[in-house]
């Protein structure tokens, strides 16, 4: 068994549709695309274009850098392209299951790139099976082509609509075929799809940092419930459902997303200062300065330091090379490796009340250990402060996330679970509060109940 050292609930894949009104070689615009949402998934990518008469499959395991340089990669020259980066939520992680999936029918070529979980994909995929379907891959998103297949209605946009009435869970797909994108999201809006426009034609993506690194511009997010189409003729809404209510995920704020990003209209890096702010108000402490753990405990650290009126201080410089590092699960394994990528300022600490800002715990075991450092580099006081509520349980709508009983927040009260990381403090931002962050009504927050 392999085990990633980081102890977070793991990202859920990144997806990107691009369709032009003219021909034009598309490496380049998909490659720095799925690149930027390469935080979403490291493990596979891939993507399918098509050149006008037929859509054409490239995919292999590792991240954009290394699978789009590779001697034998092909110049993508056609009108559009769906692109994908894996994190594996569903199925193992292998070249079989990357995506995009390409598959052959009856009224020609479909390819498919999803973001997500499908709650009722074992039922389906139990259904489709004894009806005489076969599987090639051991993913979700399979089930979504192949039920394609199967409610086949004369049109893709009609089939569409029934296919959406079948999936349940939270997902963002991508549908390719040889002259047309579809775009749709779930009825809840749990992950993330937005539009944008570039010279001769749209972009969708999973965040809008894809869509800025090409130089695209922010059209809109796709609605809840939505499905788009997307060819030479323009963007058209082929389905909608009356008065959406987006239950964006709450750990795509907290957490998942790129602080560049703006997901529903939230921008990510000011609803993370936000929540520090919000977390100094709910849990205040008396300390010399504040420290953010990076990546994404920064902008929150920031929110408490700005709050407090406590300087801000970089106690901590991460190793991003190592990001991808995958070691023994021995957990004095686990230790040496975090060590590797998280070193301690020394000078920063050393004899100072230390109050640290992160995103979140999940098993506890990364914050006891740089709980440890800081102590060895000296830190009078620690502080531990956290910008997502309690998690209490796992996330069954597209990522990955351990069993209830290693969820730390699941068993141990606040003050047991302080015991266990060994802090002076510790305190959790609530469930209201985050909301207030999101300034939103609603975001799926399943896993904080
Ligand atoms: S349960 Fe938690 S991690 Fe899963 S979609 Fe909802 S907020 Fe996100």
């Known amino acids: ?39 979403r998934g490291q493990e ?15 995919k292999d395991m590792g991240l954009v850098s290394e699978v789009f340089s590779k001697d034998n990669h092909k110049e993508a020259i056609g009108f559009s392209a769906i692109g994908h980066v894996r994190y594996s939520t569903y199925g193992e992680s292998t070249i079989t299951n990357a995506q995009p999936i390409l598959d052959d029918y009856t009224y020609g070529q479909i390819a498919l790139a999803h973001n997500g979980n499908l709650t009722n994909a074992a039922i389906i995929k139990k259904h489709l099976t004894e009806s ?9 998103s399979e089930v979504i082509l192949k039920l394609i297949q199967k409610k086949y209605d004369s049109s893709i946009e009609k089939t569409l609509k029934l296919v959406a009435n079948h999936i349940t869970g939270g997902y963002a797909v991508v549908i390719l075929t040889k002259d047309s994108l579809y775009a749709m999201r779930d009825t809840n809006g749990i992950r993330p799809l937005c539009i944008g426009k570039f010279n001769d034609g749209y972009i969708v993506c999973s965040e809008s940092c894809a869509l800025d690194i090409v130089g695209g511009e922010f059209i809109r997010d796709v609605y809840p419930g939505e499905i788009i189409k997307i060819s030479k003729d323009g963007i058209e809404t082929i389905n909608s459902i009356k008065n959406p209510s987006c239950h964006t995920c709450a750990f795509e704020y907290i957490y998942f997303a790129r602080q560049d990003s703006v997901i529903d209209g939230i921008s990510v890096y000011k609803s993370r200062l936000k929540a520090g702010e919000l977390l100094y108000k709910e849990c205040p402490a008396d300390g010399d300065i504040v420290v953010g753990i990076p990546d994404s405990g920064i902008a929150a650290a920031l ?17 991003n090379f190592i990001g991808r590092t995958f070691i023994s699960p021995l957990q004095n394994k686990r230790e040496e490796a975090l060590t590797a990528k998280l070193n301690v300022i020394k000078g920063n600490v050393q004899g100072k009340r230390v109050i640290v800002v992160d995103d979140s715990i999940v098993r506890g075991t990364t914050c006891k250990k740089i709980i440890s450092l800081l102590k060895e580099a000296g830190a009078k006081e620690i502080h531990f402060r956290l910008a997502s509520p309690i998690i209490k349980s796992p996330c069954y709508l597209g990522i990955n996330t ?25 305190g959790y931002i609530s469930i209201e509060g985050l909301l207030t962050c999101l300034r939103k009504e609603t975001a799926c927050l399943k896993c904080f109940k």
């Open 1 to 39: 068994m392999k085990i990633d050292i980081n102890d977070k609930f793991k990202e859920e894949c990144g997806i990107v549709g691009i369709l032009s009104k003219k021909k034009f070689n598309l490496s380049s615009m998909m490659f720095y695309s799925l690149n930027a949402l390469q935080h």
């Open 44 to 58: 596979s990518c891939g993507i399918t274009y098509s050149d006008g008469e037929k859509l054409i499959c490239e």
């Open 132 to 140: 005489g379907f076969k599987f090639n891959t051991a993913t979700d």
């Open 303 to 319: 929110g408490y330091s700005k709050a407090s009126s406590i300087p801000y201080e970089t106690g901590f410089v991460r190793n």
């Open 402 to 426: 351990k069993c209830k009983k290693e969820l730390i927040g699941s068993s141990m009260s606040v003050e047991e679970i302080n015991d266990y990381i060994g802090a002076n403090s510790l």
